[in-house]
């Protein structure tokens, strides 16, 4: 009975522990500070891109066309011709010009045609992505597309989920090339908006949805929502080679590795480049850059 009594009183202890720092946490989160000056962002910009050429030869090799539009987008914001030249090179060497996903990089290469089941084997969020990229009218009229044009598609829980922003960055396609005209989307796009301010208010956690979720209220032309917290706490995790991790380090364990926050909760390693994350920061900074 006694050992069963020290352990209830050890896991409540943990559990105290747990609520306390999760307390601090969220409070350190949302704490006032004055917005980042222009000088901050294009410093810690420059830095990522520099990253991203410097490593272009293995970086071109990953096949996630979703990022290379990130890099895209930053290209053109930002009038880089030589990220441009990396993106092509990304597209000729990894991609193929034949892909249907070049309606990234060029809505003229419509190649697209849709029949029943040709998408089963894509998550529902690439789904909304394919047909905010064609407009197909076909798949338009699918259920799977339909239920993620409602603001409720989405568990509006802050832990564990990237569901609200893949729904953003959707209906983001479907408004950028008029796909559903008038104002419907627009208003649902708002209210997502504000689960995503919600869920980085609550989730403390700086890695890929983190900076995911930042990027999407600038993206989404609501970054009226954006606390300067956030984006103070993305620019501090940069890694020294430019870059970030999808990892929010907490205590040093020596050795270069850390007890800190991954995706899932608590994790023991060493913070490393991911180009996933990375994509994300250097698409939002480069916004933030050009519209401060």
């Not at 993106?87 to 996903?101: A, C, D, F, I, P």
């Not at 040709?118 to 990229?133: D, M």
């Not at 832990?159 to 008029?178: E, V």
């Not at 899932?264 to 698409?283: G, L």
Request: charged share 20%; net charge neutral.
């Amino acid at each position: 009975m006694k050992a069963i009594k020290n352990i209830i009183a050890i896991s409540i202890s943990i559990a105290a522990l747990m609520a306390i720092l999760y307390v601090y946490l969220v409070y350190k989160n949302n704490i006032d500070i004055q917005p980042i000056d222009n000088i901050t962002i294009n410093k810690s910009l420059n830095k990522s891109i520099n990253w991203l050429k410097n490593n272009k030869d293995h970086l071109i090799k990953e096949d996630n066309p979703i990022l290379w539009w990130f890099i895209y987008e930053s290209a053109k914001v930002l009038g880089d011709e030589n990220l441009i030249e990396i993106v092509n090179e990304y597209r000729e060497k990894t991609l193929g010009l034949n892909s249907t996903w070049n309606l990234y990089f060029d809505k003229n290469s419509n190649n697209f045609t849709y029949f029943y089941g040709s998408l089963s084997s894509l998550p529902n969020y690439n789904k909304l992505f394919v047909y905010g990229l064609s407009c197909n009218k076909e798949l338009g009229e699918e259920d799977f597309i339909q239920m993620q044009l409602q603001s409720d598609f989405c568990n509006w829980s802050p832990f564990y989920s990237s569901c609200s922003t893949h729904q953003l960055m959707g209906l983001r396609f479907i408004q950028r090339n008029n796909c559903i005209p008038g104002k419907s989307i627009s208003d649902v796009s708002g209210a997502i908006a504000s689960n995503i301010k919600n869920q980085l208010t609550w989730d403390p956690r700086v890695g890929d949805v983190y900076i995911q979720r930042a990027l999407m209220l600038q993206e989404s032309n609501s970054n009226h929502l954006i606390k300067p917290i956030w984006i103070s706490n993305i620019l501090n995790h940069q890694l020294e080679d430019g870059s970030w991790a999808s990892f929010d380090p907490l205590i040093s364990l020596g050795d270069s590795k850390y007890i800190g926050f991954s995706y899932k909760f608590i994790d023991i390693r060493k913070p490393e480049s991911n180009f996933h994350t990375t994509s994300q920061a250097i698409y939002l900074l480069s916004l933030l850059a050009t519209t401060n």
